[in-house]
């Protein structure tokens, strides 16, 4: 049977695989950017865009953010048991919340924190939007309604970045580096701030001594080009033990 002659079932036939493809075309394009760039994910994967450094110390700096991971989940795996036993018991829920993030040269990887938000606090932030104290591409809060009574604990201590150990262990972070961002932000990046994206991401910075949340986007971004700029061994070890009375005070933690 020719095509125009086609029985009307499979005229119908071919009308719905049509849509079918246009429903899978459109639900493709409001998919999140990662969910279409997978090869992003790829250990060697740069981004043009994004400048990378050489990092002169690299084999002592892993050397260090291994032995200093291996030995901050031994001590710290009390408080992470009771952290994820506090989350399961007061909020429905994973205990893990895992989020893509951008690392060095633009690539992404998944970064593990425990969850001390609602379930459904990525959809809620849409709606909160206007409500954004903070400049720039980040969004903050002070009194985010999505932060759940034990997370606003977790939060003000950092407990709930702990989970970032793994990311350190798989080497997506090492432990003193810029913050990883998430794509939204990145994509509103310029050139200037594309370059905090030159080394890994870590768990501490001049940012995290500095004040935290209470410094702009602007300050933010320059204390993290003069940290690339000035990075060593000495500088690592100085950030690092200038975030533990950081953290124990809750210094500009949302």
Not at 3 to 14: T, Y
Not at 219 to 238: A, G, H, P, Q
């Amino acid at each position: 049977m020719s095509r125009n002659n086609a029985s009307p079932f499979v005229a119908v036939q071919e009308e719905r695989a049509e849509l079918t493809e246009s429903q899978k075309a459109r639900s493709y394009a409001f998919r999140p950017s990662y969910e279409q760039e997978t090869y992003r994910f790829a250990k060697d994967y740069v981004d043009p865009r994004f400048p990378c450094k050489e990092v002169p110390y690299a084999r002592l700096k892993r050397t260090f953010d291994i032995v200093v991971a291996l030995l901050a989940l031994i001590l710290f795996s009390p408080i992470m048991l009771l952290a994820a036993l506090l989350i399961r018991l007061t909020s429905p829920g994973p205990i893990i919340f895992r989020q893509v993030r951008v690392g060095k040269g633009g690539r992404y990887f998944w970064c593990y924190k425990f969850r001390s938000m609602c379930v459904d606090a990525e959809q809620k932030k849409q709606q909160l939007l206007h409500l954004n104290e903070a400049n720039g591409p980040v969004f903050k809060m002070k009194r985010d309604p999505r932060v759940t009574p034990v997370g606003a604990i977790l939060r003000k201590l950092s407990i709930d970045e702990l989970p970032q150990l793994i990311n350190v262990l798989k080497g997506d972070m090492s432990i003193v580096g810029p913050r990883p961002p998430i794509p939204s932000e990145v994509e509103q990046y310029d050139d200037y701030a594309r370059q905090r994206l030159a080394v890994l991401p870590g768990l501490t910075c001049l940012w995290q001594v500095s004040g935290r949340s209470n410094i702009s986007f602007e300050r933010w971004v320059e204390l993290d080009l003069l940290y690339i700029e000035t990075m060593s061994f000495l500088t690592d070890v100085k950030i690092l033990l200038q975030t533990i009375p950081a953290v124990l005070t809750g210094s500009g933690a949302h």
